[in-house]
């Protein structure tokens, strides 16, 4: 086994016992601790019925929420939480309005689909989608999503990393341009929280969105919203349900929106995934993002090293700085090759247009990822 402190990990994770599991960008592998802790949600749900509302599912929303936010570098209170980024990206666009003179929401072209199909559906209300094209098919220049972004720009969306190429966006940069021209931004850091140190502050987004499943081993339905304090009390989202009201249970007739975070929550939240993603984001801010990235690094650079050895294509950058947690390898029959993997215990992906995707986590030996690459040149016919 190799000589990595990280690897003590693995016997909390149990898939890891019976596969190379190298799929953490889908869904981060379960800690052997989330049996127990739904056992406490539904204990509490068939002891103490509704009252486990006020007694203990509300206050875990607002620990879990401040629990993520530490994890990104926010404020108490600046995150609120929903089963899904789809819903969150709706509310956020139900924040704004787009006059002729600043109807423009900018975004990258190869970014993952819901962050395009929001935008897009955005133009009966008035908005202009701007798509910027990447240059060579993995990256998106910073010097084309600044020159898209102009006095005429309501929003900028983008995606930290992109979820083929795991490309790496130079956010300062454009959040700089933004500034310059008061745009608004939106950053997408599904695919980089947890495995790359973030501080939503230092970078100045004025909103942020991902979730749990990933990199922070938490489970579907534990996804969050960052939106930075200073702007939150400005803006009145039209998605809005009972618990975005100040008083949720007085159940007026009148509406007046709950100060913070909380005029985005919308409905009732889903309570089981409060309890299902906690045990996975404690091990992430246990081991500590900054020794996660570390080893990503080394890893995805040994992964990119072996690649080329075999002849493959990469389509990741090849700039640690440009880089986020995946590697993409060119496969022409990516579909086939990929399930021949999985079947194999080498658990994979494979994307239209990209490849095939290897993602190593804190939790995953050298000697997998070797294996990752060389079933892909081997059942690709670039191995013996």
Known sequence: MDADPLLAWRKSFPILGRCAYLLTHSLGAMHESVPASLTEFTGLWQERGACAWEEAWLPRVRQTADAIGGLLGAPAGSVTLHQNVTSLLGIVASCLTYPPERNRVVFPSPDFSTLRYVWTGQERFGAAPVPVGSRDGIGIETADMIAAIDERTRLVALSHVLFKSSYLMDVPAIVRRAREVGAL?????Y??????????????????VGGAVKW?????????LYVKPDLSATLEPAQRGWFSHARPFAFEEGFS?????SRFMGGSPGVPALYSCRPGLEAVRSVGVDRIRRKSLRQTERIIRRAKEHGLAVRTPLDPERRG??????????DRVTREMIEAGVMVDHR???GIRIGPHFYTMDAECDRAVDEVARRSGRGT
């Not at 922070?216 to 969050?224: F, I, K, N, Q, T």
């Not at 929106?257 to 975070?261: K, P, S, T, V």
């Open 185 to 189: 931004v939106l950053l997408d850091v």
């Open 325 to 334: 947690g995946t590697v993409t390898i060119a496969c022409p029959d990516g």
């Open 257 to 261: 929106y709950a100060e913070g975070a």
């Open 216 to 224: 922070l081993c938490g489970g579907p339905g534990a996804c969050y």
């Open 352 to 354: 239209p247009g990209a």
């Open 191 to 208: 695919q980089s929280a947890g495995t790359v140190p973030l501080d939503l502050g230092a970078l100045g987004v004025d909103f942020a």
